[in-house]
């Protein structure tokens, strides 16, 4: 059982990444996303979730991110995606995808996670 986290990489603002998750090992359709990030000096957040395909995948973003980012899922592929657009210095941060299985609410904590990737970095130039 693996996530595979990647596209992150250098910016200037105002540009755009798009991160990608891929799974093996479990199907990511039956699995709640959540996109987070986490900066040099502060506690990791969640940026963005995704509610599993068999609970109406609604989507969540964190006010700071809205109307920026877009989080999507492609089954063919087992990947769910991260689309940052307008990005700005305060971006910069690792960012992580998880899946959680068992949860019942769109906006998820660390600790409902039961997989994470290995975290791919964003930085983001003014």
């Known amino acids: 059982v693996q996530l595979q986290a990647s596209g992150g990489g250098l910016v200037q603002a105002g540009g755009s990444l798009r991160l990608s998750c891929a799974a093996s090992?479990?199907?990511?359709?039956?699995?709640?996303i959540g996109w987070f990030r986490q900066a040099p000096g502060k506690e990791r957040e969640g940026v963005s979730f995704?509610?599993?395909?068999?609970?109406?995948?609604?989507?969540y973003y964190t006010d700071s991110v809205k109307g920026r980012f877009t989080i999507s899922r492609d089954n063919a592929k087992n990947t769910v995606y991260l689309q940052m657009n307008s990005l700005k210095p305060e971006d910069t941060a690792v960012y992580y995808c998880?899946?959680?299985?068992?949860?019942?609410?769109?906006?998820?904590?660390?600790?409902?996670?039961?997989?994470w990737g290995q975290g791919t970095l964003v930085t983001v130039s003014s």
């Open positions: 998880a899946a959680a299985k068992y949860v019942h609410t769109i906006v998820l904590s660390d600790t409902d996670m039961d997989y």
């Open positions: 090992g479990f199907t990511l359709h039956f699995y709640a």
């Open positions: 995704s509610s599993s395909g068999d609970s109406g995948d609604s989507t």
